[in-house]
Structures are given as C-alpha cells and as structure tokens.
C-alpha cells in the first residue's frame, strides 16, 4: 500500500509518496539491499582476525607471560600505574600478573574465533568491548591526544556488532534457519 500525503501542502490532492510495497519506505532494493545485509562483515573479520592474532602473539611470546622484565605485563602494568584510569583494575592485575595476562590472551582468543565463525555474536563482540574497555582504562588511558590510543577505538568498533550481531555468513545465522525449519515442521 503506498503512502501518500500532500507535499508542499499547497494541494488538497493526495499524492503516492512511494510505492514500495515493503515493511519499510524507502528501504535499498537491489545490490543497495545486498551491501547493507553485509555491511558489518568487514568489521567482524577484521577484529576476529586482530584478536585472534592479538591472543596468539600473547601466547606464543616469552616475554609477556614472564613475571617481570621487557615486554611483560607486570612490566606494562607497572609503567602504566600512575597515569591508569582505573588504577585498582591495574593493582587487581598485578597481584597476578602471568594469570591475567593468560586471561587476556585465551579471551581474545576465544572473542576472535567466536568472531570469526559467527558464534554468539553478540556475547562475543560484547566481550571484545570488556576487553577494550579494560585496556583503554589501564593501558592506553595516558594517550594524549586520545586518539593516539588504540583501544577506544577498538571499544567504538565492538559496539556494532554488540547491537546487530553476525547476520549473514554466520553460524548464528545457520541455528537461526535451523530453528525457523524445526519451527515451520511443528507449527505448518
């Protein structure tokens, strides 16, 4: 059914606004439709595929799981104290520092892969945005100017996915066409 209204209100006559027959006026038909559906994938392989080598490169490097010295998180998180802005998340780390840094490493890890393959999207891109969220507060707080500082925008970054979640070439897509057929054979 188009809508129709009066432009310019000069005319008493009704005039079809548009003739889209969709549930939204307006909305891309088309090749348009098809980019908007996948929209987010370049941002959802993009942070799988950072915390997924952010994770392993924290694994696989001797120095961050050390206790102390060059490269390790004790080190980091020493440095970072005074200028943190949460600085009891950084007194809380430090009471354990090889214990929070396997942390860090399996979450981005796990938020990467879980990324990746579409898996609980929206519970993994909420994770990825604790994790940024954690290390903009700690680690790159101090950043002046902030945009100097990598994980705000990797915070920014996140928060779409939280909202929208993996649509399209996911496996969250594949349970949800699993569920509407289960659905459609109990109910049709």
Same mark, same amino acid.
């Given at each position: 059914?188009? *809508?129709?209204g009066?432009?310019?209100?000069?005319s008493?006559?009704s005039?079809?606004?548009?003739? #889209?027959?969709?549930? $939204?006026? +307006?909305?891309?038909? =088309?090749? @348009?439709?098809?980019a908007?559906?996948?929209?987010?994938?370049?941002?959802r392989? #993009?942070? +799988?595929?950072?915390?997924?080598?952010? +994770?392993? /490169?924290k *694994?696989? /490097?001797?120095?961050?799981?050390?206790?102390?010295g060059?490269?390790?998180?004790?080190?980091?998180?020493?440095? $970072?104290?005074?200028?943190? !802005?949460?600085?009891?998340?950084v007194?809380?780390?430090?009471?354990?520092?090889?214990?929070?840094?396997?942390?860090?490493?399996?979450?981005?890890?796990?938020?990467?892969?879980?990324?990746? *393959? =579409?898996?609980?999207? @929206?519970?993994?891109?909420?994770?990825?945005? &604790?994790?940024?969220?954690?290390?903009?507060?700690?680690?790159? %707080?101090?950043?002046?100017?902030?945009?100097? +500082?990598?994980? &705000?925008?990797?915070?920014?970054? %996140?928060?779409?996915?939280?909202?929208? =979640?993996?649509?399209?070439?996911? $496996?969250? !897509? &594949?349970? !949800?066409? @699993?569920?509407?057929?289960?659905?459609?054979?109990? #109910?049709?």
């Amino acid at each position: 059914m188009p *809508l129709t209204g009066r432009p310019g209100g000069d005319s008493g006559a009704s005039k079809a606004v548009s003739s #889209f027959q969709g549930p $939204v006026a +307006g909305a891309p038909v =088309g090749l @348009r439709a098809t980019a908007s559906r996948y929209a987010l994938l370049p941002l959802r392989l #993009f942070l +799988g595929i950072t915390f997924v080598y952010a +994770g392993i /490169d924290k *694994l696989t /490097d001797s120095a961050f799981l050390t206790g102390s010295g060059p490269g390790s998180l004790s080190g980091t998180l020493d440095s $970072v104290h005074d200028t943190a !802005a949460a600085t009891w998340m950084v007194d809380l780390a430090q009471h354990s520092p090889e214990g929070f840094g396997l942390a860090i490493a399996c979450g981005e890890l796990a938020v990467g892969l879980a990324t990746l *393959l =579409g898996l609980w999207s @929206r519970l993994a891109a909420a994770g990825g945005a &604790l994790i940024s969220f954690c290390l903009w507060m700690t680690v790159s %707080w101090a950043s002046d100017p902030y945009y100097y +500082g990598n994980d &705000l925008p990797y915070l920014m970054a %996140w928060l779409p996915l939280v909202m929208a =979640g993996s649509p399209m070439l996911s $496996v969250d !897509a &594949l349970l !949800a066409v @699993r569920r509407r057929r289960r659905g459609q054979q109990i #109910f049709g």
